[in-house]
């Protein structure tokens, strides 16, 4: 057993079978569907039983008035270690780490991770209202309808601070539609040019239409286990190398140019015992392209402020200098609730175990996925990364 | 630059008057308080007692020292404004009909960071801006970053309209003019830019003082109007109904007796027919009619003004009665506001102390002036408040029966 500060190790536990059930702009399914589909693929793909999944956890916003429990009964699973995480797009990076423990000491043998959301045509509205007490207090009456406007507060200042053009965001827009073109699943099936981003209808001045996400209906998962379990079972893994997370991380800066990833980035690098240099490949949490930006620079790949000059000096796509987003992020593949903070995650084993379904990264070892979400009034509150690697890694 | 305001054209009757909307209304009752600060116009925030510590949002405990008394307090509102965006595209009803809005941060100098509406005078961000408190038109309170200074036509930014109620180029029903009360606030409404005045008087047969003075203003109406008499109030209703974008109700009976001084209930019943059943009479008739014009273009249906007393928050024996009459009338005006709220039509109370008329010749001063009562009128239109209580008296009144409703009650009795 390795220890970084007080922290263990996660080398006896892995993930494996990442699943997606394929994401739909709109659907009549409720939530629990997303759930059962994603169960399904789990286990088709693990080639497990149901009683032999013994843990769940569940990231999901519109079940209501269910939680993960009723779950349970709906999908007819008996469990003993039960974890509901509605944590937007933090739940992934959350769940994990939570499963990987509960596994790890003992309290379940395998841990079904999902993240599932529907999304009925007036659904998205409708959730705006009733997302948080703040938000409805103090940011719903604004007429703002969502998290655009406080993006373009942030895109805006950040434009401001540190000199990023509208050109660079959408450098990263466009390399990630390119991803996206691998990716069978992904909602957006066209190419994007640099014209058609900047010339997109206004939503929130300076954000445009291609940087927001569109709300979508589906769900992502996959399965912790011990290693030895899942070499028995011959399935393909990733391991974990080190995680982090953190909530209302710097609740006194003026606006959010940073989140607790830079609390935090010493302790995971650490703890993998990598340098970012030798991260491969990124899976940002990409809700706007400004926070794609303000996690590479909170996460070390570069300093704070030099995000644009880091955009001019790489290429994003799967072959190029610095891939992020490899199956084209949500900007590309859609954005269905809690299952975004999964796809990162999704993704990252996909491309560290050989089932890719996007263009693969060549000779991927490590990769880092980024949770981030729960804008509850004016800014981002959760914020989590892992590090990934291939089972040699 | 704010462009300023242009007269709107008549409206085309064959047009469909689109039905109003409100912006989203629902709050914690934490958030309420804002509200019932900007209803006063004041932007009051939660302080916590212990550590002193600005909060915002609106919560139940500091969140510095997690002390559970948390107290608002009235805001210089100073801060930066440190970011904006206009939105294009609202998933709000309310909003989707009135985009392009804009929005700014701002970073109090007390501390917390606010999303507000963005009036159009501002500088680009950075700069230095004033936070205040409106009530928007479902009636809650907003904050609206204005610039430090004034700025030309800033009462006619267009974000800024949706929460006033300003006279300008307005059409107004006065519904007493034989007052001098009511002409002082007709010549006040005119000042500030009332595109027409209708002015009821009850008894058109006869020439009240200040007639010929009124008549021969060139936006003032004068129309008969009584309203102890139902088919009276229905008819002018049925005239010019569905025209009036602001209601003032001016119109009372005031005389000076307790319990004891007089024997009957006459004078009360007149009072009370006025004062009360006056109100209601013009509530069932213009309500409905303006509640449905809330959203009429630029000069839509926006306020209906009661003249109330400050005698409606605690009886004043001497004029034990007309306090009655009040407080019943008080009562009622928050059912009419209640009412009028779905059509964002803004009721605003006005409870004066002693006016200096005949029916208060034995009061000693200060006495209010018709036409500071008028001019407080206006303000409270342009700053488009609930309540307002203008002048000395009303002020310490208010300020003892916040304090105390019981000691107030004993001190006015001594």
Redesign the interface.
């Known amino acids: 057993m390795i220890t970084h500060g007080n922290t263990r190790d996660y080398l006896d536990v892995v993930l494996v079978a990442p699943v997606t059930v394929p994401y739909v702009r709109y659907s009549i399914r409720n939530s629990h569907w997303f759930v059962a589909q994603a169960l399904s693929r789990l286990l088709k793909s693990s080639g497990l039983e149901k009683p032999d999944v013994d843990g769940l956890s569940l990231g999901s916003f519109m079940l209501a008035p269910d939680t993960a429990i009723g779950l349970t009964q709906h999908l007819g699973i008996t469990v003993r270690w039960l974890d509901h995480v509605p944590l937007g797009g933090a739940c992934g990076i959350v769940a994990l780490r939570r499963a990987l423990r509960a596994v790890q000491a003992g309290d379940a043998e395998v841990v079904a991770c999902i993240g599932a959301d529907t999304n009925h045509v007036d659904s998205?509205?409708q959730s705006?209202?009733s997302f948080s007490?703040?938000a409805?207090?103090?940011?719903?009456?604004?007429?703002?309808?969502?998290p655009?406007?406080?993006f373009?507060?942030?895109t805006?200042?950040y434009m401001?601070m540190y000199g990023a053009t509208r050109e660079d965001f959408g450098k990263i827009c466009v390399a990630q539609r390119d991803n996206a073109l691998g990716y069978p699943h992904a909602m957006f099936k066209k190419k994007l040019t640099l014209e058609e981003y900047l010339d997109a209808?206004?939503?929130?001045?300076?954000?445009r239409l291609f940087d927001c996400v569109m709300p979508c209906a589906g769900a992502e998962g996959f399965l912790v286990m011990t290693r030895q379990r899942a070499e028995a079972l011959g399935l393909p893994y990733a391991i974990v190398r080190s995680t982090c997370e953190r909530h209302n991380a710097f609740?006194d800066d003026?606006?959010q140019m940073r989140g607790g990833w830079v609390l935090d980035r010493e302790h995971l690098y650490g703890g993998a015992g990598v340098e970012p240099s030798d991260i491969d490949f990124v899976q940002t949490y990409d809700d706007y392209p400004v926070m794609s930006v303000i996690q590479l620079e909170d996460l070390g790949f570069c300093a704070k402020g030099e995000g644009p000059e880091f955009i001019r000096g790489h290429s994003f796509t799967t072959d190029g200098s610095f891939p992020i987003n490899t199956s084209g992020g949500q900007l590309s593949v859609g954005q269905a609730g809690c299952a975004a903070g999964f796809l990162g995650l999704v993704e990252a084993i996909r491309q560290l175990t050989g089932r890719n379904l996007a263009r693969s990264v060549p000779d991927a070892r490590l990769g880092l996925a980024v949770g981030f979400g729960m804008i509850t009034?004016?800014r981002g509150l959760c914020s989590g990364a892992a590090v990934l690697g291939r089972a040699d890694a | 630059m704010i462009p300023p305001l242009v007269r709107p054209k008549p409206k085309n009757p064959i047009l469909r008057t689109r039905l109003p909307l409100l912006p989203p209304w629902a709050r914690s009752r934490a958030a309420l308080g804002l509200t019932a600060a900007a209803a006063l116009g004041r932007f009051e925030l939660q302080v916590c007692a212990d550590c002193g510590t600005v909060q915002y949002p609106p919560r139940e405990a500091c969140h510095r020292c997690l002390s559970g008394t948390l107290r608002w307090r009235e805001q210089a509102g100073i801060g930066e404004l440190i970011s904006t965006t206009t939105v294009y595209h609202s998933q709000d009803s309310f909003f989707r009909e009135r985009v392009p809005w804009h929005l700014g941060l701002v970073r109090l100098d007390a501390g917390p960071t606010l999303v507000a509406h963005l009036h159009g005078g501002c500088a680009p961000a950075p700069s230095r801006v004033r936070i205040g408190a409106r009530l928007d038109k479902s009636g809650q309170g907003v904050l609206l970053a204005f610039p430090l200074g004034e700025v030309p036509h800033m009462a006619d930014d267009r974000q800024l309209r949706e929460m006033t109620c300003d006279p300008k180029f307005r059409k107004v029903l006065v519904t007493d003019g034989k007052t001098q009360v009511g002409q002082a606030v007709v010549r006040a409404l005119i000042a500030a830019g009332a595109d027409w005045v209708w002015v009821g008087h009850a008894e058109p047969w006869k020439k009240f003082a200040g007639f010929a003075e009124l008549e021969a203003l060139p936006q003032v109406t004068l129309l008969p109007l009584d309203l102890t008499d139902s088919g009276s109030v229905k008819q002018l209703a049925g005239e010019i109904g569905g025209k009036v974008d602001i209601l003032i109700n001016t119109a009372e009976v005031h005389r000076a007796h307790g319990i004891a001084s007089r024997s009957g209930v006459e004078v009360a019943r007149a009072e009370m027919d006025v004062n009360y059943f006056g109100l209601l009479r013009l509530a069932q008739e213009f309500g409905p009619v303006m509640r449905a014009r809330g959203a009429d273009g630029p000069s839509s249906a926006t306020a209906w003004v009661n003249l109330l007393s400050i005698y409606a928050l605690s009886n004043y024996p001497p004029h034990g009665t007309f306090s009655a009459s009040k407080a019943a009338a008080f009562s009622l005006s928050q059912c009419l506001r209640a009412e009028m709220r779905p059509g964002g039509v803004r009721v605003i109370n006005v409870f004066p102390g002693p006016i200096d008329d005949e029916w208060n010749q034995l009061l000693p001063p200060p006495k209010l002036t018709p036409e500071a009562l008028a001019k407080a009128l206006v303000k409270a239109l342009r700053d488009g408040v609930e309540d307002v209580y203008p002048g000395d008296v009303a002020q310490e009144w208010l300020t003892r029966w916040q304090e105390s409703p019981k000691t107030l009650e004993r001190e006015v009795s001594l």
């Not at chain 1, 209808?201 to 954000?207: E, M, N, Q």
Request: cysteine-free.
């Open positions: 998205f509205r705006l209202g007490v703040f409805r207090d103090a940011v719903f009456p604004y007429g703002s309808g969502g655009n406007a406080s373009a507060f942030l805006s200042y401001r209808r206004l939503i929130a001045d300076p954000i609740p003026p606006i009034y004016d």
